[in-house]
């Protein structure tokens, strides 16, 4: 296997691992908000299905620096010469940045970890942005349009990402309720709503993810 099939590979198996694992993240949700359950029972359901979002967020970090190197080898872009290893260097400060966060869940090193990971989507989503309206209109520095458009739906997937976080923090709170006081008919009711406006966010960002995959293989020419 030659080093662009490799990417090529790797790309492919942080999309099947991305969507995959996001629904079962999607499926787990469903009965942890189901009040049929007891609350140790729903607790450890939302336990497995935040072990499981581990893999789409480390997928997305993947997405970016074997997505840039494709993109390099097919000469749709054509960087400087320190830009390249600056990437691969970025994406892996990056994921480390994520796995911290997540396997440092509610400790200090934690907290700082997903504030310097909100941090990174949002210089993403400024750089994305440019990038991809800014290709589309003068053709640089993405030459290939199919791949600006998809560039673009990588930035909606951020801005998706955002807006779920925002509204799963209350969701967040209430589970923990329901771990220290039990269940009660207010609770339930926040639980229901909060979660029911995380999936509109979800299902947002699997048509991104879809779309961008679509524009990657298929690559259409407009």
């Known amino acids: 296997m030659d080093w662009n099939s490799l990417l090529i590979f790797v790309h492919l198996m942080c999309l099947v691992f991305w969507l995959g694992t996001d629904i079962g993240v999607f499926v787990l949700g469903k009965f942890a908000q189901n009040p049929e359950y007891t609350s140790d029972q729903r607790l450890l359901v939302l336990k497995i299905a935040m072990i499981l979002d581990m893999f789409p967020r480390l997928c997305m970090v993947l997405m970016i620096p074997t997505g840039y190197q494709m993109a390099v080898n097919i000469g749709a872009i054509n960087p400087a010469a320190y830009l390249t290893p600056a990437v691969w260097v970025f994406a892996s400060i990056w994921l480390a940045i994520v796995a911290t966060g997540l396997l440092q869940h509610g400790t200090d090193l934690g907290v700082r970890a997903k504030a310097a990971e909100k941090v990174i989507h949002y210089f993403l989503f400024i750089l994305g942005s440019w990038a991809g309206l800014a290709s589309l ?40 309720k329901l771990a220290e006081d039990g269940s009660s008919a207010e609770l339930e009711s926040q639980i229901r709503k909060g979660m029911d406006r995380t999936y509109v966010w979800v299902i947002a960002i699997y048509a991104a993810v879809i779309l961008s995959a679509y524009f990657g293989v298929g690559q259409p020419v407009f």
């Open 137 to 176: 209109v003068s053709g640089a520095p993405i030459s290939m349009r199919w791949l600006a458009v998809k560039v673009l739906f990588y930035v909606l997937i951020i801005a998706f990402v955002l807006f779920l976080e925002k509204v799963f923090n209350p969701v967040a709170d209430a589970f923990m």
